[in-house]
T-cell receptor, first 113, second 116 residues
Framework: LAKTTQPISMDSYEGQEVNITCSHN???????ITWYQQFPSQGPRFIIQ???TKVTNEVASLFIPADRKSSTLSLPRVSLSDTAVYYC??????????????FGTGTKLQVIP | DAGVIQSPRHEVTEMGQEVTLRCKPI?????LFWYRQTMMRGLELLIY????????DSGMPEDRFSAKMPNASFSTLKIQPSEPRDSAVYFC??????????????FGSGTQLSVL
């Protein structure tokens, strides 16, 4: 099971770009990298998913280097509403049709006015 | 679709009582998951089902915990007897993993359980 390591917390001012890096040294060939966002009193919500290089959607960008041993979630121009916990997940391709994923401790992002 | 629906939203009970948490997954999803979240242990996967069949219950902490999925639109997580250390937020999630490039989990709003 690919384990992930990410910073426990980060602070950022409104309007700045935030980059959260996740380390996953033992990622398997077939594993995808997925990021979730969790607000207080809510369940986690999917943000973005990627396999390699760069993925961008209306919420964030995901940068994955060639060796895939890490990934960086980039949030452009954060606002107070982006204050949340962000989880990086990597699937376990040995589980067959379903990739069993494990939520780590996540990164608690605090956006400051 | 209304998303994953969990009930109750909050549950307060006394030690020793039976607790039943309920979940309605998103229609068409063939995977259903039960997670527990605490400050100390974070989000833990308790059990998951595929096509209503329990596949992996290795995360279920004790025999006091049981989960069922009698049909594709309903699942329960039962704790009997409940203990104070079971206090946590319990999340249900569903997904459709037939597309390996789109492996999203959709979570419900959770049930906040307090065992006194």
């Amino acid at each position: 099971l690919a384990k992930t390591t990410q910073p426990i917390s980060m602070d950022s001012y409104e309007g700045q770009e935030v980059n959260i890096t996740c380390s996953h040294n033992n990622i398997a060939t077939n594993d995808y990298i997925t990021w979730y966002q969790q607000f207080p009193s809510q369940g986690p919500r999917f943000i973005i998913q990627g396999y390699k290089t760069k993925v961008t959607n209306e919420v964030a960008s995901l940068f994955i280097p060639a060796d895939r041993k890490s990934s960086t979630l980039s949030l452009p121009r954060v606002s107070l509403s982006d204050t949340a916990v962000y989880y990086c997940l990597v699937g376990d391709s040995n589980s067959g049709g379903y990739q069993k994923v494990t939520f780590g401790t996540g990164t608690k992002l605090q956006v400051i006015p | 679709d209304a998303g994953v629906i969990q009930s109750p939203r909050h549950e307060v009970t006394e030690m020793g009582q039976e607790v039943t948490l309920r979940c309605k997954p998103i229609s068409g999803h063939d995977y259903l998951f039960w997670y527990r979240q605490t400050m100390m242990r974070g989000l833990e996967l308790l059990i998951y089902f595929n096509n209503n069949v329990p596949i992996d219950d290795s995360g279920m902490p004790e025999d006091r915990f049981s989960a069922k999925m009698p049909n594709a639109s309903f699942s329960t997580l039962k704790i009997q007897p409940s203990e104070p250390r079971d206090s946590a937020v319990y999340f249900c999630a569903s997904s459709n993993f037939r597309d390996p490039t789109n492996e999203k989990l959709f979570f419900g709003s959770g049930t906040q359980l307090s065992v006194l």
